[in-house]
């Protein structure tokens, strides 16, 4: 009897997996002829495919739950975006980075990912056009703001076209599977600092902790040397076959990194946006203060204030503040027209969609 009950469930499964697949091949036939519709225009619109992935969370039933739909669905558009042209994505390499896997959950394995050697490079590469989009962390919620990222925005064209929020855990990761003998830890300072208190309790004080440029990095030094271990993700143990002695070793059980997504283009209101701005206050008593007043008179709230060195004098700072809404909204425009009154500089950096996953 569970034999012929398990053939039922089998078959349904085996009709039901025939239909998703016609059903894929009509949706992407779609995908394809707006593709040709639009002609050269721009391909990636972040948001509809937000607006697509909010309305697939809200009208789904169950079992499965919304997160789980949504990164089905983001598959499935990334590979009808291919149809169209896959897009090429610039992030901080090398493979095996935060910054790649911020990037394959933004725009699915589909896109092409490009490893940079730098925060700059990567700026560098879709400001000339070589590249459609870049992906750059910008804040974690235990050790706060890139500042190249952030230094980079000010003056660059390209505008922020979307975000993605990416729950990070850091194992320790080596050739052999002992902890005997390890002489030195790599890791990227930010990744170091974000373990500092389980290395202090699990590792030997004369065991030298050694910044890199990136814990991809940090893995494939540890790959050429027993003698050596790496603090990375996932991913990098896979890439560069390592052995995870210690898992989820960062100090903060909730330690999340925010990243940007960069572009060349404008973004259209996708119904729940966020804007981003930078901004300088002149060097008076009360100036900051005065920066705020537009947003409250105008009812528009404030999700983020941000102070950095200008590098334009001695004690001179810019302001990195990210508001709910888009820069089209009405009180949103008010406020932006009544900050640049105040404000010495101000720069819209852009308007994008909140991050959905």
Not at 19 to 37: D, S, W, Y
Not at 54 to 65: A, S, T
């Amino acid at each position: 009897m569970s034999e012929e009950l398990l053939k039922k469930h089998r078959d349904a499964i085996d009709s039901i997996d025939a239909q998703v697949l016609n059903l894929l091949n009509e949706r992407a036939e779609h995908a394809r002829t707006i593709g040709e519709i639009k002609g050269s225009g721009v391909v990636y619109r972040p948001e509809r495919e937000a607006q697509v992935l909010r309305r697939i969370k809200d009208i789904n039933p169950g079992p499965l739950p919304g997160e789980s739909v949504a990164r089905l669905f983001r598959e499935i558009m990334s590979e009808c975006l291919a149809l169209e042209r896959p897009l090429s994505i610039a992030y901080l390499g090398p493979e095996g980075t935060f910054t790649q896997q911020a990037a394959v959950k933004h725009f699915g394995h589909a896109a092409h990912t490009v490893a940079c050697a730098s925060i700059d490079e990567v700026f560098r590469l879709v400001e000339s056009r070589q590249l459609d989009y870049a992906v750059v962390p910008v804040e974690n919620s235990t050790e706060g703001a890139v500042g190249r990222t952030l230094d980079l925005l000010v003056n660059t064209p390209l505008k922020i076209c979307g975000e993605v929020v990416l729950r990070i855990h850091h194992h320790l990761q080596r050739k052999t599977p002992s902890f005997d003998g390890i002489r030195r830890v790599y890791s990227h300072a930010q990744s170091l600092a974000q373990c500092h208190e389980w290395l202090n309790k699990n590792l030997p004080a004369d065991v030298e902790r050694v910044s890199v440029a990136s814990n991809a990095e940090a893995a494939r030094l540890a790959s050429e040397d027993e003698n050596f271990a790496a603090i990375a993700g996932q991913s990098a143990a896979e890439r560069y076959n390592l052995i995870k002695l210690a898992e989820n070793i960062e100090d903060e059980p909730n330690n999340t990194t925010r990243f940007l997504i960069l572009g060349l283009q404008d973004v259209a209101p996708s119904g729940q946006d966020k804007t981003s701005i930078v901004v300088s206050a002149p060097n008076r008593p009360g100036a900051v203060h005065s920066l705020l007043a537009p947003m409250a008179d105008n009812g528009v709230s404030m999700t983020k204030f941000e102070s950095r060195p200008s590098r334009a004098g001695l004690w001179d700072y810019v302001f990195f503040i990210d508001l709910e809404g888009h820069h089209d909204d009405k009180a949103l425009q008010l406020a932006l027209e009544g900050l640049a009154e105040r404000a010495a500089y101000v720069k819209v950096l852009g308007s994008y969609p909140v991050a959905v996953l």
